[in-house]
């Protein structure tokens, strides 16, 4: 049974629970502000399904072959402007509805929670657009999967490598009519963490936060930033490298434990294509004159389905070394290291609260944040009168 695997092993795909036949699994046991499965032995009918279905129990996907890597981008600019890097995802799912398929992704729930939904409504599709840093529930999602890939139906599914890896366990075997698309993942916090740095903005704000985008481009794709909007028509805007909930995020605060271990980086997943941002594309002379700072897509091409699909979305790419790609993405084969922080601020959290840990380990103070605006400002005047794009 899945009791076996860790937590620090545990990557939760939640292919467990989908498999399960007798619903004896439930994400109640607490780590690190993360929910980790625990199985109900009233329930629980011995038939191994759960073991079976889990990514982290089977030999991760190995291919002889390196991906083949190209900068793309949608040639449809408000589509590039809502979407997180070169609006690559919209298309593909575009593509699949219009053979009367179905796709899943990620969606912001009312609470700011994520899940995973399966639908063929194209607004509801339109809401998978942009990145969600943290956890994503896919309970219930790989069934439905099942059921339409049996019947005939066409299925994009877009998530993590965890979760990718996750949904081909779970299934077994492969499906033609199934397209999965995984993403270049740093690693993933708990959604509990994004509700603490909302409670913080909340407070900051004296309103109630009614939307969030973890990478906006109001200020253009090099200069992404975090945007909450607020009920009192107020609006938090901060770079992504400076903003409380990213620095947690990127400095490897409060990612679940597997992360800093994963077995699915290095093309492990099983996925046909991977998408990412194409960071590096103004140092390259092949591709920099497709970056117009509205959005550029790094796409990794696994499969000769993957390569068909790719081929028949009408994008503007150019092929380029995968070594771009690699460098200018580091997690996509090494796994980030944990933040020494990580042990205070879970100790912190638990004691006081985890809007307390973030005040304590991760708001920026006033008097460095004074110096950190003055250094941007001067480095975007430099990047004005010398052309050069800022980043960040």
């Known amino acids: 049974m899945i009791d076996i695997v860790r937590t620090d092993q545990c990557v939760l795909c939640r292919a467990c629970s989908n498999a399960c036949p007798a619903g004896a699994i439930r994400f109640d046991k607490e780590s690190g502000s993360f929910l980790y499965p625990t199985i109900d032995p009233d329930k629980c009918v011995g038939c191994e399904a759960c073991a079976r279905a889990c990514p982290v129990l089977r030999e991760p996907v190995t291919r002889p072959d390196k991906p083949q890597a190209v900068a793309a981008r949608s040639t449809d600019d408000d589509n590039r402007r809502v979407s997180t890097s070169g609006g690559i995802f919209w298309e593909a799912a575009r593509r699949v509805l219009a053979d009367g398929g179905y796709v899943c992704g990620a969606v912001w729930n009312p609470d700011f929670t994520v899940s995973h939904v399966v639908t063929n409504d194209p607004d509801e599709v339109r809401r998978m657009r942009g990145s969600k840093y943290l956890q994503s529930s896919t309970e219930g999602v790989f069934r439905e999967i099942r059921t339409l890939l049996k019947g005939g139906k066409t299925v ?10 996750g949904l081909r366990s779970f299934l077994g075997r492969e499906y033609d009519n199934l397209f999965i698309i995984d993403l270049i993942c740093h690693g993933i916090p ?183 605006r003055r250094r941007e400002r001067l480095r975007d005047v430099r990047g004005f009168f010398t052309g050069k794009k800022t980043l960040y």
């Open 156 to 165: 994009l599914f877009t998530g993590c490598p965890c979760q990718s890896a």
């Open 190 to 372: 708990s959604p509990r963490s994004l509700r603490a740095y909302l409670d913080l903005m909340e407070e900051q704000y004296g309103s109630k936060a009614v939307s969030v985008s973890l990478r906006s481009k109001d200020k253009g794709w090099h200069r992404s930033g975090v945007r909450v909007d607020f009920e009192n028509h107020r609006h938090h805007w901060e770079r992504i490298t400076a903003d409380t909930y990213m620095k947690g995020f990127l400095w490897n605060v409060y990612l679940k434990e597997a992360c800093h271990d994963c077995p699915f980086r290095a093309y492990k997943s099983g996925s046909d294509l991977t998408l990412g941002d194409c960071w590096g594309a103004e140092a390259e002379p092949e591709i920099e004159k497709m970056d117009d700072n509205k959005g550029l897509s790094a796409v990794l091409i696994h499969t000769g389905k993957g390569r068909r699909l790719l081929d028949s979305l009408g994008l503007e790419t150019t092929a380029i070394p995968l070594e771009v790609v690699e460098r200018n993405n580091k997690n996509l084969l090494v796994s980030p290291e944990i933040s020494p922080t990580r042990s205070k601020y879970f100790a912190m959290a638990e004691r006081e609260g985890e809007l307390a840990a973030m005040k304590r380990y991760l708001v920026e103070k006033p008097k460095a944040r004074r110096k950190r």
